[in-house]
């Protein structure tokens, strides 16, 4: 059956008419799913009891309810939610002064990125805009919420009309009404859908960045082959970033790998001028990959040599690492539990 979460307000409308139903309807809808959050028609007791039946008789709201959660001694909550192809997962990470979510888009991922265990899952499929929406919105924490980073399972510039539709509900007024100042959209790199979004949205964006060089790129982030670093810069580059919206550049550090002044050196000749941040992630083992950690002090050197260039460079702040939270860890043994 068709689900109601994901759906926007004009859409709500059109299945409103089709129905026959009052056109104010459409608003109680909109009012229920998203700024009441009910999961089910029942729930909805300003509808009259012939449409609530008609709804539940031909559509499901769409709320899926997580199944597991695992918190860190931190703070921070990994929540694995059902959806169509599998399982995904989203992880809340509160701090002093706000509370962030990092969400997922796809189950799995095409992009096989050779450090990460959600590439190591291959692709299942892309979420819906309801399933995306649901990790927010069922989200137990949500009345805490007051940051959003598309940054969790999947590639969100290769699911992107679902995620255009999932900032629409989030950004518009008839919706959740949230500054776009709020909300992240990552991408490693593909250009075609990263320009349309950098002209249709008013989110911030974040790139996976890695490493500036081609040949080492191209080694740990299969899509540089296809779409180089150089050419996502240049194309960020012709971009107007004077407002309030950012950019952001995702490093991870890779001791011995992407660290040298080399690379310093490379990165302040290619991000130069341009207004952005560049996030340092210090690496943490993952199964599988054959890569070293560096130490806090390989980090605040590295961060330090940037900044000395003009590179604004922070160090993110390792979270959650007690419960495995990078992407892709919590769902990948979900899946081997199903499959056994
Ligand atoms: Fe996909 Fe992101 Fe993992 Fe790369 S890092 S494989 S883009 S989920």
Avoid at 219 to 224: A, N, Q, V
Avoid at 259 to 270: C, G, I, P, T, W
Avoid at 273 to 294: E, K, T, W, Y
Wanted: net charge neutral; glycine share 6%; charged share 25%.
């Amino acid at each position: 059956m068709k689900s109601l979460l994901g759906m926007s307000f004009a859409e709500l409308q059109e299945l409103v008419a089709q129905h026959n139903l009052p056109k104010f309807t459409a608003k109680q809808l909109v009012e229920w799913l998203y700024l009441k959050r009910v999961k089910t028609f029942d729930d909805m007791t300003n509808l009259s009891k012939a449409t609530r039946q008609l709804l539940s008789e031909n559509y499901t709201t769409g709320y899926r309810d997580f199944v597991t959660v695992q918190e860190s001694r931190d703070g921070t909550k990994k929540y694995l939610f059902p959806a169509e192809d599998g399982f995904i997962e989203a992880a809340y990470i509160p701090e002093k002064e706000r509370a962030t979510l990092c969400v997922s888009c796809q189950v799995g991922c095409k992009m096989n990125c050779q450090f990460c265990q959600t590439g190591k899952q291959g692709f299942q499929g892309n979420l819906s805009a309801g399933d995306i929406i649901n990790q927010i919105l069922n989200l137990p924490e949500f009345e805490n919420l007051s940051n959003f980073v598309f940054m969790g399972m999947g590639e969100p510039m290769d699911n992107y009309d679902n995620i255009m539709r999932v900032l629409d509900i989030m950004t518009s007024e008839w919706g959740l009404a949230m500054s776009p100042t709020r909300i992240t959209v990552s991408t490693s790199g593909l250009i075609p859908n990263m320009k349309r979004f950098m002209q249709e949205s008013r989110c911030n964006l974040a790139v996976s960045l890695h490493s500036p060089f081609h040949d080492e790129r191209a080694k740990i982030m299969p899509i540089e082959n296809k779409f180089p670093i150089s050419e996502v810069i240049h194309a960020i580059r012709q971009h107007d970033w004077s407002g309030q919206r950012r950019v952001s550049f995702e490093y991870i550090v890779f001791k011995g790998f992407n660290d040298s002044q080399r690379h310093v050196n490379e990165l302040a000749k290619q991000l130069g001028p341009l207004r952005c941040r560049v996030n340092l992630i210090r690496f943490h083992a993952v199964p599988g990959v054959d890569m070293q950690s560096p130490t806090m002090d390989d980090m605040t050197r590295f961060r330090d040599r940037l900044n000395d260039k003009g590179i604004i460079a922070t160090i993110r702040a390792s979270r959650g690492q007690d419960i495995n939270a990078a992407c892709g860890l919590l769902s990948t043994a979900a899946k081997e539990k199903q499959e056994e």
